[in-house]
């Protein structure tokens, strides 16, 4: 699925991976934490290789929050959220714990959902609960694949613009697959841009959506317009079909 791959991923901020279907965004994120083992080459974590590394150790750095989550444990949401506490092998709940919970809940705006059952949730619900779980996880670094997924407009907007803002306020660096080129352009500080297993440009948005670039990646037509410095994507009609 991935051949030469090389990146590196230092400084705080938003990193958008975009890249058509099949391109081998997942499969890469998925290695950043071990989920999956390359074959061959190395993901360093803070200089030490994953391989080496225990799940717990890695937790300690790294949050994941999935596209779409399978639990369907009858488990309060507020309950399902204090699971990102889970750290070191420690289960008791600590007042401080509830707060960082309470407040991931609020700033995801299902503070109401508190006592709800997890298994009783719409598809859109239960991303936000993810992204909250993720958030009280307090990593240096957090991934997220399709955060927007499941969401209306509004949200796709507000968790955008929310993890472009975390990434700078808590100097956390911030992956997100992301398939809206808009999205990606409009709050990304950096893109990462994938086919066919590989890596085929990286940059600010200004550096890598171009029209060209975007018409022999996805085979449509589209032009470009600035939108208060940032290029907007205006789509034509496939090349082929």
């Known amino acids: ?24 965004k997942s499969t890469l994120i998925k290695c950043f934490n071990r989920l999956i083992r390359p074959s061959s080459g190395k993901v360093m974590l803070d200089g030490k290789d994953v391989s080496g590394m225990s799940f717990r150790e890695i937790s300690e750095i790294v949050a994941y929050v999935p596209v779409s989550t399978n639990d369907l444990f009858s488990m309060p949401v507020v309950s399902a959220v204090l699971m990102g506490r889970r750290k070191g092998g420690r289960w008791r ?77 808590e100097g956390m660096i911030v ?31 200004e550096e890598v959506m171009t029209a060209d670039f975007i018409s022999s990646l996805y085979g449509v037509e589209c032009r470009i317009v600035d939108d208060s410095g940032r290029p907007h994507i205006i789509l034509g009609s496939p090349l082929e079909l």
């Open 1 to 24: 699925m991935l051949r030469n791959i090389s990146l590196s991923l230092e400084e705080p901020g938003l990193y958008c991976i975009v890249g058509p279907n099949g391109a081998g």
């Open 175 to 205: 992956v997100m697959v992301c398939h809206d080129l808009n999205i990606a352009s409009k709050y990304a500080h950096r893109l990462i841009v994938m086919d066919d297993g590989g890596i085929v440009s990286t940059g600010t948005p």
């Open 93 to 169: 709940t600590s007042g401080e714990d509830l707060a960082k919970a309470s407040k991931a809940l609020k700033i995801m705006g299902i503070e109401d959902l508190a006592d709800r059952r997890f298994n009783e949730l719409s598809a859109g619900q239960h991303q936000k609960v993810a992204i909250a779980r993720g958030l009280v996880q307090e990593p240096d670094i957090l991934i997220m694949d399709e955060p927007t997924a499941n969401l209306d407009v509004k949200h796709q907007v507000y968790v955008a613009e929310f993890l472009r803002a975390v990434s700078v306020a």
